[in-house]
């Protein structure tokens, strides 16, 4: 079991370009969940999906951030015209999706806007 | 929203000594989940509650049954290996979001 995959580790962009961050669940968890980390706001809950659907995107800027889960192995997050407060660390986390919902953190996307 | 607080935000121990960190919550959780954040960034899942205690090795966790407005985490024997930043995080009902404390950044020194 290799865990939560994201890929890449690390991302610089430049301000107002777009940015995809990638996330492979475990095999077999039907809940995805992405999170954000930076020193000042501490881990922020963004959006999560459970068998594909979205079921909560409270946490997601509305304007830029969008995220996607179109097979049940991948999720998204795209950030568009990224700017520097966009920079953090995108965690993506998954859970078998039944009432005990624990979660598995993969490594994370380190993302830098310049 | 929900809030959770957690206490202490840092803290240094000496090896061998034992200690306990604090989240309280502002409203009922039904569960509470604790991490340990490595120095790679890396977070690992170290207790699931949705009651009781749970113990494994020299750690252990409660979750208060009763109102379900706080969890502690107790280190026993603290090693310089259990360095590291500890996450609290409780979920409001059974397929909600986990919403995290601040953290403790704990040190342990010899």
């Known amino acids: 079991n290799a865990g939560v995959i994201q890929t890449p580790r690390h991302k610089v962009t430049g301000k107002g370009q777009e940015a995809t961050l990638w996330c492979e669940p475990i095999s077999g968890h039907s809940a995805v969940f992405w999170y954000r980390q930076t020193i000042v706001q501490g881990l922020e809950f963004l959006t999560y999906?459970?068998?594909?659907?979205?079921?909560?995107d409270s946490g997601m800027p509305k304007e830029r951030f969008s995220a996607q889960m179109p097979n049940q192995s991948h999720s998204t997050l795209k950030i568009q015209s990224t700017q520097p407060q966009d920079s953090a660390v995108y965690l993506c986390?998954?859970?078998?999706?039944?009432?005990?919902?624990?979660?598995?953190f993969g490594a994370g996307t380190r993302l830098s806007v310049l | 929203g929900d809030q959770v607080e957690q206490s202490p935000s840092a803290l240094s121990l000496h090896e061998g000594t034992d200690s306990a960190l604090r989240c309280n919550f502002t409203t009922t959780m039904r569960s509470v989940q604790w991490f340990r954040q490595n120095s790679r960034g890396s977070l690992i899942s170290l207790f699931y509650?949705?009651?009781?205690t749970k113990e494994n090795g020299r750690l252990k966790s409660a979750f208060d049954s009763k109102e379900r407005r706080y969890s502690t985490l107790h280190i026993r024997d603290a090693q310089l290996e259990d360095s590291g930043t500890y996450f609290c995080a409780a979920a409001s009902s059974s397929f909600s979001k986990l919403v995290f404390g601040q953290g403790t950044s704990l040190s342990v020194v010899p």
């Open positions: 999906f459970r068998n594909q659907a979205p079921i909560d």
């Open positions: 509650l949705a009651s009781g």
């Open positions: 986390a998954s859970s078998l999706g039944d009432s005990q919902n624990t979660l598995y």
